[in-house]
């Protein structure tokens, strides 16, 4: 039992480090800059480079008080809450695999999730770069995987991508404007890699029901006619159910195929 708390402190610590950079391409990326130069984290307020001291994943936000260091101007509390959700993230996805090369992968697509997830929540783009790299990855994973070949990564992307394409299209031209960016489409071909034809499916329907239920109890709450406060990002949603058949998709589908 100690073992395996080792393992899961280890995992977390691990996470919060990749957390880090996780939100250097959470920040960068949007932005045309890149996530690897300058190689060194600044303060986006003053522009002074930071300490490795003042890095340190959550400890140096809670020793600065959320400020910096060199203008103390605030630091969003968004950058810690990243940190802990990769650390999370990694613990989940150590306790869903253990220590095989399965984790890799599996933290992998939850790091992806996580930055389109905040990516799309500030800009309402989700970066080609993160959904190749995760397409490519779900095809390589499938290769190695044994509950999974290469023909159902690719049968997942198809049907992913391709409904939410289709859906797209129709949308914009029965209503004439845009309902869902070519980046949402591009994220299920990318979801589908991993998660096949039925996770795809499970991914849009319920995300799907959840983007609507958070729209329309938005829209009752603000009484509003101004129509762009009711823009809500897709991607969130997705990854939100992603994530859910991720971790529970064996007992999804074998009760839904049984019932």
Same mark, same amino acid.
């Given at each position: ?22 939100? /250097? ?15 060194? #984290?600044? !303060?986006?307020? !003053? ?23 060199? !203008?103390?101007?605030?630091? #969003? ?28 992968? /599996? ?45 159902? #990564?690719?049968?997942? #992307? ?66 509003t006619d101004n129509k762009s406060m009711f823009e809500i990002p897709f991607g969130p949603f997705l990854g939100f159910s992603a ?17």
């Open positions: 039992m100690a073992e395996h708390y080792f393992v899961y402190f280890s995992a977390f610590i691990f996470g919060l480090i990749i957390g880090s950079f996780l939100n /250097v391409i959470i920040y960068r990326l949007p932005r045309g800059k890149s996530p690897l130069k300058p190689a060194f #984290s600044f !303060c986006p307020n !003053c522009g002074n480079k930071v300490k490795w001291y003042d890095n340190i994943p959550i400890i140096s936000y809670i020793i600065l008080k959320g400020r910096c260091r060199y !203008c103390n101007s605030n630091i #969003s509390f968004r950058y810690p809450f990243v940190e802990f959700l990769t650390g999370l993230a990694s613990v989940l996805a150590v306790i869903k695999t253990g220590l095989t090369y399965d984790y890799f992968f /599996v933290f992998l697509f939850l790091c992806l999730i996580i930055s389109i997830t905040f990516i799309d929540l500030d800009f309402k783009i989700i970066p080609d770069e993160i959904n190749l790299i995760g397409f490519i990855s779900g095809l390589i994973y499938s290769v190695i995987r044994t509950d999974f070949s290469i023909i159902d #990564s690719l049968i997942g #992307s198809a049907v992913g991508g391709g409904l939410l394409f289709g859906i797209a299209y129709f949308y914009t031209k029965v209503r004439g404007i845009e309902g869902l960016g070519m980046g949402d489409v591009k994220m299920m071909f990318f979801i589908g890699s991993f998660l096949g034809w039925f996770g795809s499916l499970f991914t849009i329907f319920i995300g799907s029901f959840i983007g609507a239920f958070v729209g329309i109890t938005a829209a009752y709450i603000l009484k994530t859910i058949y991720l971790f529970f998709g064996d007992y999804i589908k074998h009760w839904y195929l049984g019932f």
